[in-house]
């Protein structure tokens, strides 16, 4: 298991975050993700912590609190020590009725902070993430509050999901401006099917030093080999109750092919080689792994040990790569046209 420093932080996070959306959901949109109880997230806690997964990922509105109460009382049970464990979890969602218990304001973050750590049972949360953008929040307000929680020991660093590219290198600027703390990482949806964020995300995160948290690596159990054209999948499996993320299937369906050649002959999953493809992506600082058993959490860690050639990444990016847009084909062009002056450019010659 690799370990990476998380955007410009001294953290190391291991290559894979264990997701814990599958604990404790029972009714409602949570059930049909996933209703591990305390004794089987234990296990699949466990399992990670001794596969060497330091990074464990929840939020405050998985199953309503209870996914964050099961973690915190696993790592409890567990006896694992702080500081060998890196625990993010997020604020934004509804935890209440009534304007307020939503957002990324001041009071609801302020108010967030305490109930998670009440409920993980732990002194300081090591990754605070906003779950979202809010419009109706300033962004500095958001900024400055997350700072002072930093500054008062709660909150070591601080991170930010599924925000424009746009909006984070605001925040970055009002953090740089005011020597507040900023946002070193970005949680988002990226798959070999959904490369969406590689248009304007992933060079900002290049370019600022912010690291990438991936949720959904499966496309929500889509790339897991289960589905596919003439595949529906196993009933009661979480894409034929929960149809989420939105995905092109078709472009899905050339991904699953392509990869299951590559799968087969390696003698390994398809859910491995989809995994494998996003841990070689050098922007990628963790991959978001979640199970519902011992065996998927498993097969999600032997993607660790899989490595893809040049051959086999080609043939994946022909099937998977997004088409030309606009102004991306024109800074291409121009940037190219760039490249060829510069590569021109006598040695010594001034630029």
Same mark, same amino acid.
């Given at each position: 298991m690799r370990h990476h420093p998380l955007g410009r932080t001294g953290l190391f996070v291991s290559e894979l975050c264990l997701g814990t959306m599958t604990f404790g959901g029972s009714d409602g949109i949570w059930g049909k993700i996933g209703d591990l109880q305390q004794a089987d997230a234990e296990r699949l806690v466990g399992a990670a912590l001794? *596969?060497? &997964?330091n990074f464990i990922d929840t939020a405050d509105v998985y199953s309503g609190g209870v996914s964050e109460q099961i973690t915190g009382q696993a790592l409890k049970n567990l006896k694992v020590v702080r500081d060998s464990v890196v625990v993010a979890t997020k604020v934004f969602g509804e935890t209440g009725p009534g304007p307020n218990m939503r957002g990324a304001s001041r009071g609801h973050i302020a108010d967030g902070i305490k *109930?998670?750590?009440k409920r993980l049972q732990?002194? %300081?949360i090591d990754?605070?993430? &906003? %779950?979202?953008f809010d419009p109706a929040t300033p962004i500095e307000e958001t900024v400055r509050a997350l700072d002072q929680l930093v500054r008062h020991g709660h909150v070591r660093y601080v991170g930010?999901?599924?925000w424009a590219a746009w909006q984070i290198v605001k925040a970055l600027g009002i953090a740089e401006r005011h020597g507040l703390a900023r946002f070193e990482s970005l949680q988002a949806y990226y798959t070999v099917a959904g490369r969406d964020l590689e248009r304007e995300l992933v060079p900002m995160?290049?370019?600022e030093g912010v690291?990438?948290?991936v949720w959904s690596p499966l496309a929500g159990g889509l790339l897991s080999g289960k589905y596919g054209r003439d595949q529906q999948g196993e009933a009661g499996s979480r894409r034929t109750q929960f149809d989420f993320p939105p995905v092109n299937r078709e472009r899905a369906w050339d991904c699953v092919d392509a990869m299951r050649v590559i799968a087969d002959a390696k003698g390994v999953s398809v859910a491995q080689i989809a995994l494998a493809w996003l841990l070689q992506q050098p922007q990628v600082t963790s991959v978001i792994v979640g199970a519902k058993r011992p065996d998927q959490l498993a097969d999600n860690i032997a993607a660790t040990r899989v490595a893809l050639s040049t051959d086999e990444l080609a043939a994946i990016d022909a099937v998977s790569a997004l088409p030309a847009e606009y102004p991306g084909w024109m800074l291409e062009?121009?940037?190219g046209a760039r490249r060829q002056q510069l590569a021109g450019t006598p040695p010594g010659s001034s630029r």
């Open positions: 001794d *596969a060497g &997964i *109930a998670s750590l732990l002194d %300081h990754l605070y993430q &906003i %779950h979202g930010v999901s599924n995160l290049e370019s690291g990438l948290m062009r121009q940037g």
